[in-house]
């Protein structure tokens, strides 16, 4: 079924299995007639460097690269540039999407969805209107172990974080200051400590996002 979106698109996809992106371009050029793509690839710096300059109007991502990138890395680096990013990927645990949610995803259509899905998801992204899966939606809300409640920038920032990035790395990533960062993650030690979580390190701090469900 074809879109009602008569614009010209520019797109990036970006995954790592030439079968299935050569399959996602014929799909997304049945749903866009007017489609460019922008990047079409399975290196994350190859695409970002293709892209600099360009107004790109999707990202459509897998997660797994095989180049050992956490999720929110992958993510942000689209959403931070106000890229809006569909996440199409074989993995549908809750951690994983709960991480592609924080780091800025606005869609996630798990790769078992037939290419409907994606189509409606897309329209509604390029629309500006909201779109969700049954996947998506049931990840939107974590599951707390510890009974600790973060703001949604504190969970941001501590996903990205814990995700390996430095300081400034999400700092960019969230368009903060670094120091804003830096008082997120404070706080974020502080409120595991008190829940009697060890929360020091940044392997503390991976520990527990993974525990608390907002990463794998």
């Known amino acids: 079924m074809s879109s009602q979106i008569d614009r010209r698109l520019t797109f990036v996809v970006l995954e790592d299995h030439a079968l299935v992106r050569e399959g996602l371009e014929r799909g ?6 007017q489609l460019n ?17 360009q107004d790109i109007d999707c990202a459509v991502i ?24 569909v996440v199409v990927s074989a993995l549908g645990d809750p951690a994983v999407i709960q991480s592609a949610i924080l780091a800025g995803a606005s869609a996630y259509v798990t ?3 037939g290419f409907e899905e ?20 049931g ?24 995700s390996g990035l430095k300081m400034d790395s ?11 960062v830096k008082q997120y993650i404070d706080r974020v030690r502080d409120k595991y400590t008190a829940a009697g979580k060890l929360a020091r390190t940044k392997t503390d701090l991976y520990r527990v996002a993974r525990d608390e469900g907002l990463m794998t």
């Open 28 to 33: 997304l050029v049945d749903r866009f007639p």
């Open 37 to 53: 793509f922008a990047y079409s690839g399975e290196s994350l710096v190859d695409a970002l460097n293709a892209i600099s300059g």
């Open 62 to 85: 897998d997660l797994d690269l095989g180049d050992g990138r956490a999720v929110a890395d992958v993510v942000s680096s689209f959403s931070s540039l106000q890229i809006p990013v």
């Open 111 to 113: 790769k078992r969805s």
């Open 118 to 137: 994606l189509g409606e998801a897309l329209d509604a992204i390029l629309n500006n209107r909201d779109w969700m899966s049954p996947d998506f939606a």
């Open 139 to 162: 990840a939107l809300i974590p599951k707390s172990q510890s009974g600790v409640h973060l703001s949604a920038q504190e969970q941001r920032a501590l996903v990205l974080y814990a």
């Open 170 to 180: 999400v700092a960019r990533r969230m368009d903060v200051a670094p120091s804003t």
